[in-house]
């Protein structure tokens, strides 16, 4: 049952549902005509934008916040709401999340890991600024992985999507069998706080938020709103001690390993000189050898969540 908006109150003024047809897989991917009917009841109008290709959600949002409207619902993934906060930041139009993905972790960062809870918030929840990143100039709203990390978004990208988070967890599997690590030299900074590290990493995660890969607490610190990412670092541990330490990150546990090395930053440099495999909110591809930035950006995402989240 749709949840309703306290009496005095309408949720929004109008909203738009961007919802992706083809996010998540058939037996989590909420049908987007019931996401519109769902959310309307909410507040004062509510209208359905269908994405048809990508970056299409970046325009949809761009253009209704233009329009002066107060809230874009994301429908969809990571993915989809990685293009939504494209459109939407440094604007006053806020961004809701309803989870039909297969990671989902920005969702469940913002304490909205199913539709239900996504719902409460849109129409009991605050409008929270977080803080929205970038590689170089890609964008990124929950977290940047490098390395082993980019190379498991790319596999699983290409696995069944009914596997669900499941994907990320097999796609880790092979990706430790198979990759030994690069030699890197990394420089972090906060405010007038230099410090470096250098020699082979294995993996990266950039986190933004607490949760990336469908799950993973590679950094469960990392706050959306301190105005800093946190950056896990994981030396070369060979497959079998990483294969140990797969289950417990695949089910969200807090891990302790000397591998694992955590520094925050407002500004990260790193360079390579390979190539270097990536991924931005789950979307990976390959960065050229050389020197990279990773850095909060000035501008601001309004999102609306629950205030405990």
């Known amino acids: 049952m749709p949840l309703e908006s306290p009496a005095d109150r309408p949720a929004f003024d109008r909203a738009l549902v961007v919802a992706n047809p083809c996010a ?74 309803l989870p039909s993905g297969s990671g989902d972790d920005f969702a469940a960062g913002v304490g909205c890991p199913t539709v239900a809870r996504g719902l409460n918030a849109i129409a009991r929840g605050q409008n929270v600024a977080v803080d929205v ?27 069944w999507r ?18 030994q690590g690069q030699d890197v030299a990394w420089t972090f900074a906060v405010g007038a706080e230099i410090s470096t590290v250098e020699g082979p990493i294995l993996m990266a995660e950039i986190c933004n938020g607490p949760l990336t890969g469908g799950g993973f607490r590679f950094a469960p610190d990392a706050s959306l709103t301190d105005g800093l990412v946190d950056a896990a670092l994981i030396k070369p541990l060979g497959a079998l001690a990483g294969l140990k330490l797969l289950p417990a990150a695949a089910a969200g546990e807090r891990l302790d390993h000397p591998a694992l090395l955590v520094r925050q930053a407002r500004e990260i ?26 850095r909060v950006r000035p501008e601001k995402l309004i999102v609306r969540m629950m205030p405990e989240a």
């Not at 990976?284 to 050898?289: N, Q, R, Y």
């Open 24 to 97: 998540g897989n058939s037996r989590r991917r909420l049908d987007s005509a019931e996401a519109l009917a769902r959310v309307a009841p909410l507040g004062k109008a509510a209208q359905l934008g269908l994405t048809e290709a990508a970056g299409h959600a970046t325009e949809l949002a761009a253009e209704w916040a233009a329009q002066g409207h107060d809230l874009v619902v994301a429908v969809g993934g990571d993915g989809t709401v990685h293009e939504v906060a494209a459109g939407l930041m440094g604007t006053e139009c806020a961004m809701a999340v």
């Open 162 to 179: 009914w596997l669900g988070s499941g994907r990320y967890s097999l796609a880790a599997l092979r990706t430790l069998l198979s990759y």
């Open 269 to 294: 440099t790193f360079e390579s000189a390979v190539p270097v495999a990536y991924h931005v909110d789950g979307e990976a591809a390959v960065l050229p050898a050389g020197r990279h930035r990773i």
């Open 133 to 159: 990143c970038e590689l170089d100039d890609l964008i990124f709203v929950n977290s940047c992985g490098l390395f082993a990390s980019g190379l498991v978004s790319g596999r699983a990208a290409r696995y």
